[in-house]
């Protein structure tokens, strides 16, 4: 079943790269007998970071189709942890901040992960796999420039070109100087068109490469989840950084 994707406000002291990627909530029909409001998980690994923020949130009513304004869950009904391939667990540990989780773990490239405990004393799983290769070939160099595609009034528009294992879906992000963050577009299928705003702020260029369970729930216009035992995306990815300024 696919439920329009809901967006929560990343929070502050989160780095930066984890706060992109933990943004989606949704709805379901709820079935008859006992309310029981909907665990809604947002949990995207990032290969390569040392600590993975989640969030965990749940319909603001029992009885509601659309829970427009998820409320955290209370961290003492959540016990959840992340499964390495070797089954060690890396227990999810409640932020200051309400609805987030952190765990400390730094997912590998090509390694299958599980989430695995409860929520309400119900069990809760899902399992992703970490792609095994991401490069990017075109812009080839550390830093994108108006010499690297093609200047309009208000835009850099730059073909993007990647060689990838295991990747659905690549997405981009600008983080500026000043803390502003705006999306560059991105690619499917090796290729695709980056596009950037002409801001004279100089900015760090964040790209997702995504596997199929993290672009289904983060991507899609009508997320697809991929726990069982709540409504949520467990996915993974791997990531790479440019510098960008504008032409």
């Given at each position: ?129 970490v ?30 070109r ?9 997405e ?18 090796g ?40 409504f ?10 440019r ?5």
């Amino acid at each position: 079943m696919e439920w329009p994707r809901l967006r929560t406000r990343a929070s502050r002291g989160i780095h930066p790269a984890l706060a992109l990627v933990m943004g989606c909530a949704a709805c379901r029909e709820l079935p008859a007998g006992p309310a029981r409001a909907t665990p809604i998980i947002s949990f995207t690994l990032l290969a390569g970071e040392s600590t993975q923020v989640a969030t965990i949130t749940e319909a603001a009513r029992a009885d509601s189709t659309l829970p427009s304004e998820p409320r955290p869950i209370d961290p003492a009904r959540v016990r959840l942890s992340v499964l390495d391939d070797a089954g060690l667990p890396y227990p999810l540990i409640p932020l200051d901040t309400a609805g987030h989780y952190r765990v400390s773990i730094s997912p590998r490239a090509g390694a299958t992960y599980r989430l695995a405990g409860t929520i309400e004393s119900v069990p809760v799983a899902a399992q992703t796999t970490v792609p095994g290769a991401f490069a990017i070939t075109t812009p080839a160099g550390d830093t994108i420039t108006g010499d690297d595609g093609m200047v309009t009034l208000v835009t850099l528009q730059v073909p993007l070109r990647y060689d990838a294992a295991g990747v659905t879906t690549v997405e981009c992000r600008v983080v500026q100087v000043t803390g502003k963050v705006t999306s560059c577009g991105g690619g499917s299928y090796g290729s695709g068109t980056l596009v950037f705003l002409r801001d004279p702020a100089p900015g760090t260029v964040l790209f997702l490469a995504y596997n199929r369970d993290a672009a289904e729930w983060l991507t899609r216009a009508t997320p697809r989840g991929n726990v069982t035992g709540a409504f949520g995306g467990f996915g993974s990815a791997l990531t790479a950084r440019r510098n960008v300024l504008a032409p």
